[in-house]
């Protein structure tokens, strides 16, 4: 019986941790003329995952396409910085309709390394309606961990399913040391593909899923993953895990040895329907391993434990192998795996 490995952390130091969050307007205010804006918000959190507050000694910097931005407003109590730039800027920028941009934390004393674990960096592209007077735009980020690089586009938006969140980036990195060339891998929840794209660049067979709404994200960076690496892997298929009926079909016409999921019990009712789910998977479709990267967010309406728990027959052996700071890394493993 194999050991569970130990909780170790993903990254050495504690570092603060950059995010780039870009925000739709609506399609209306989108366009190429030189009086639309985009606005983008940068912001610095704590080992914690919450908003730090900082001294007077610590910044954030901003380039687009090399050409350095002045925030339109800093807000120093919870560390964030607001800009704002012509969208013709993006449309008449370089790659055709694309342009890069670069937030960088500097601190005088003592000094913050250049952290891009949630790509700082992200290229702003027109991706659909270049020719009309409202194109839509996306952010290319890239990552790479251990040598592994993928590369997902996030759409502009609120959806959840429309970011790379940072259990999708923690997960990421640990499929990217721990995860077996040829492992059977089904991912729920898989949102931008980060993670089915990390997994596939291992060497596994790799069903990523998600509901409706966040299919044509998923596919479109499944696509780019498959023609980066000339492997038919990931693929992609509409699944509503809370669908009990759904989950047993698949499980029916598939065999797993593991699955993958992040940041899915922000929600109640994902947190309720996910035991139901995994249990299907073990008895009809040969799971015999789960890892699942969890960020607690509330310590007083988290569902991680109720989850852990509800788990504890189908998935006794049970252990946390990574953290990076308000994010855990679980390994659930059935008694015979």
Request: aromatic residues 2%.
């Given at each position: 019986m194999a050991a569970l490995e130990p909780c170790a952390p993903l990254w050495d130091g504690d570092e603060a941790l950059l995010r780039l969050r870009f925000f739709r307007a609506p399609p209306a205010e989108i366009s190429a003329s030189a009086t639309s804006t985009i606005r983008f918000v940068?912001?610095?959190?704590?080992?914690?995952?919450?908003d730090a507050a900082?001294?007077?000694?610590?910044?954030?910097?901003?380039d687009i396409g090399g050409a350095p931005l002045e925030p339109r407003a800093v807000d120093a109590a919870r560390a964030r910085w607001s800009f704002a730039c012509p969208a013709a800027?993006?449309?008449?920028?370089s790659r055709g309709g694309s342009?890069?941009?670069?937030?960088?934390?500097?601190?005088?004393?003592?000094?913050?390394?250049?952290?891009?674990?949630?790509?700082?960096?992200?290229?702003?592209?027109v991706v659909d309606g270049a020719a009309s007077s409202t194109p839509q735009f996306a952010c290319e980020r890239c990552f790479e961990f251990r040598g592994v690089a993928a590369a997902v586009t996030e759409d502009f938006g609120a959806a959840c399913g429309?970011?790379?969140?940072?259990?999708?980036?923690?997960l990421a990195a640990y499929a990217a040391a721990h995860l077996?060339?040829?492992?059977?891998?089904?991912?729920?929840?898989?949102?931008?593909?980060?993670?089915?794209?990390?997994?596939?660049?291992?060497?596994?067979?790799?069903?990523?899923?998600?509901?409706?709404?966040?299919?044509?994200?998923?596919?479109?960076?499944?696509a780019a993953a498959r023609a980066?690496?000339?492997r038919p892997d990931p693929t992609t298929a509409a699944l509503d895990f809370a669908d009990p009926a759904a989950v047993s079909a698949l499980a029916a016409a598939s065999s797993f040895d593991r699955v993958l999921a992040a940041d899915l019990l922000y929600d109640r009712s994902a947190a309720r329907a996910l035991p139901g789910a995994l249990v299907t998977l073990v008895e009809a479709a040969s799971v015999a391993e789960v890892w699942l990267a969890h960020t607690r967010r509330d310590a007083t309406t988290d569902a991680l434990d109720g989850v852990l728990t509800a788990l504890r027959g189908a998935f006794p052996r049970q252990a946390v192998v990574a953290?990076?700071?308000n994010v855990s890394i679980h390994v659930l493993r059935t008694a015979a795996a």
């Open positions: 940068v912001s610095l959190s704590d080992e914690h995952g919450a900082l001294d007077d000694a610590c910044d954030v910097t901003c800027l993006f449309v008449r920028g342009c890069r941009v670069v937030a960088r934390a500097a601190r005088a004393t003592p000094p913050l390394r250049d952290l891009d674990v949630l790509g700082a960096a992200a290229l702003v592209a429309s970011h790379v969140w940072n259990g999708g980036v923690a077996p060339s040829g492992a059977r891998v089904l991912e729920l929840g898989a949102g931008c593909g980060l993670v089915a794209a990390v997994a596939a660049a291992r060497g596994a067979s790799v069903v990523s899923t998600d509901r409706g709404h966040a299919l044509p994200a998923l596919e479109r960076n499944a980066a690496s000339g953290r990076i700071r």
